[in-house]
T-cell receptor, first 113, second 116 residues
């Protein structure tokens, strides 16, 4: 079956620190992978995505590379800001019409100045 | 493009009443819409999948008579929480996909339901 595993949070960092949030997946076939961000009291926003192996998604300084050999899609940012404080969700799409995304449990990031 | 709206953004109701939440795709036709529920500090739990003109498919453990879903058009799906109780209080989020990009979901901003 398909599943997503994210590292447990919360993650607490100082401003300008390096961020890594681990995400691994199991899937049949060739999924697409996503990172979503949720700010307090808001819905989900797509942060970045990758649709095939070795693709790198990037946005707002965040990056993640689709690694088929390690079934991973780790999220990284070189220098976090206080405004990055949010909950981050790794998700997988089985790439089948009418099939919902499968989400990890989410990782809370808290950045202090 | 690919904007999804939800209405209302928050609602407070009395126990025993019914609440309707609308999910609209504003600039595209959504072949499939999904309804999720999110408890505080938890992930999204898929409740049901709805396709325009057909009955929704509910996930295991979700009461179809409690959470009525209607997908009347390619741009509108509604979720009605019937006879709401305090344990139904939650954040409800919808998402939609387009037929030509079914591996990408576009999320609404969510509806906060509080049942007193």
């Amino acid at each position: 079956g398909n599943s997503v595993t994210q590292m447990e949070g919360p993650v607490t960092l100082s401003e300008e620190a390096f961020l890594t949030i681990n995400c691994t997946y199991t899937a049949t076939g060739y999924p697409s992978l996503f990172w979503y961000v949720q700010y307090p009291g808001e819905g989900l926003q797509l942060l970045l995505k990758a649709t095939k192996a070795d693709d790198k998604g990037s946005n707002k300084g965040f990056e993640a590379t689709y690694r088929k050999e390690t079934t991973s899609f780790h999220l990284e940012k070189g220098s976090v800001q206080v405004s990055d404080s949010a909950v981050y969700f790794c998700a997988l799409s089985p790439n089948q019409a009418g099939t919902a995304l499968i989400f990890g449990k989410g990782t809370t990031l808290s950045v202090s100045s | 493009g690919a904007v999804v709206s939800q209405h209302p953004s928050w609602v407070i109701c009395k126990s025993g009443t019914s609440v309707k939440i609308e999910c609209r795709s504003l600039d595209f036709q959504a072949t499939t819409m999904f309804w999720y529920r999110q408890f505080p500090k938890q992930s999204l739990m898929l409740m049901a999948t709805s396709n325009e003109g057909s009955k929704a498919t509910y996930e295991q453990g979700v009461e179809k008579d409690k959470f009525l879903i209607n997908h009347a058009s390619l741009t509108l799906s509604t979720l009605t929480v019937t006879s709401a109780h305090p344990e139904d209080s939650s954040f409800y989020i919808c998402s939609a996909t387009r037929s030509e990009k079914y591996n990408e979901q576009f999320f609404g901003p969510g509806t906060r339901l509080t049942v007193l």
